[in-house]
């Protein structure tokens, strides 16, 4: 049996990756899939894919991107959410800032720098007409270092997945000050370039069997329930969420990597643009 070892965020867009893995769906493909949860967001994993530590990742598309533009050896080879990510952006309970303008010329907590948290804050700044030459960050590490950054005062916002952050603003930890969604399908399913060589029948063994759970995985009965109970999250807010989303059994699509592309160079975060076939498989 031909072990692949995957990250990915330990959020709802991945249960059906525990689903298939819960009922030996990758085993009866001969594959013995080790999942790793990663917290810390798309910036841990792109340095996992880097050292060998991952064959493969299910990452955020822009973060991705431009860690491939600049050096991380790997492919895209499948959309995996093909529904943009809606980031909410997050202060304090108490907090004195009451509404997006309010934010401008302070500083964000970020999982770490080229995370997904640190992207968007540049993306954010964009649809804000903000100056993003000046844009601060405090590095926080996952959800927890933010709490206690914001609480303190070290950085004054926060951006990540609006539901999985929900239960914060309904506990009074966070106030939601407003959403920002992606403007391309979130997530992407990566692979290191040398597994690819190694064995490329394998990688599309585990596309076919994660691509047969999501298919059909909004129709399964009680769902949302599942859903609810295993991330903590109020039935009503996964309802929503699974209206908004959708899983892709696809390739992204050119325009979407270009638009991708467009926005990273426009920002300064990538020193140039590379042909779609550098990026995907």
């Known amino acids: 049996m031909k072990t692949i070892k995957i990250g990915g965020v330990p959020e709802h867009f991945n249960l059906p990756w525990h689903l298939a893995i819960e009922n030996d769906n990758f085993k009866k493909e001969d594959i013995n899939l080790l999942w790793k949860d990663f917290p810390e967001g798309t910036g841990a994993m792109c340095n996992a894919l880097r050292s060998?530590?991952?064959?493969?990742?299910?990452?955020?598309?822009?973060?991705?991107?431009?860690?491939?533009?600049?050096?991380?050896?790997?492919?895209?080879?499948?959309?995996?959410?093909?529904?943009?990510?809606?980031?909410?952006?997050?202060?304090a309970a108490e907090s004195k800032y009451k509404n997006i303008g309010d934010l401008e010329g302070t500083k964000a907590a970020i999982s770490r720098m080229g995370s997904g948290s640190h992207l968007m804050a540049y993306v954010n700044a964009q649809h804000q007409g903000w100056d993003t030459d000046t844009l601060k960050f405090e590095i926080v590490d996952n959800v927890e270092g933010a709490v206690k950054a914001l609480k303190e005062g070290r950085a004054q916002y926060f951006m990540w997945e609006h539901f999985t952050t929900k239960p914060l603003v309904d506990n009074h930890t966070f106030r939601l000050v407003a959403d920002c969604p992606t403007p391309w399908p979130c997530f992407v399913i990566a692979v290191r370039n040398e597994s690819l060589r190694k064995d490329p029948e394998r990688i599309q063994r585990m596309l076919k069997v994660i691509n047969t759970e999501t298919k059909n995985f909004k129709l399964q009965p009680k769902i949302d329930v599942l859903l609810a109970e295993r991330y903590q999250q109020k039935l009503e807010d996964i309802r929503k969420w699974l209206d908004l989303t959708h899983w892709s059994q696809e390739q992204i699509a050119e325009d979407d990597l270009k638009n991708v592309q467009d926005t990273l160079l426009r920002l300064n975060l990538i020193p140039e643009k590379k042909e779609n076939s550098f990026l995907i498989y």
């Open 52 to 91: 060998g530590e991952l064959d493969a990742a299910v990452i955020l598309t822009e973060g991705i991107v431009r860690d491939i533009i600049n050096g991380n050896e790997c492919k895209i080879i499948q959309n995996f959410i093909g529904s943009p990510l809606i980031w909410g952006i997050h202060v």
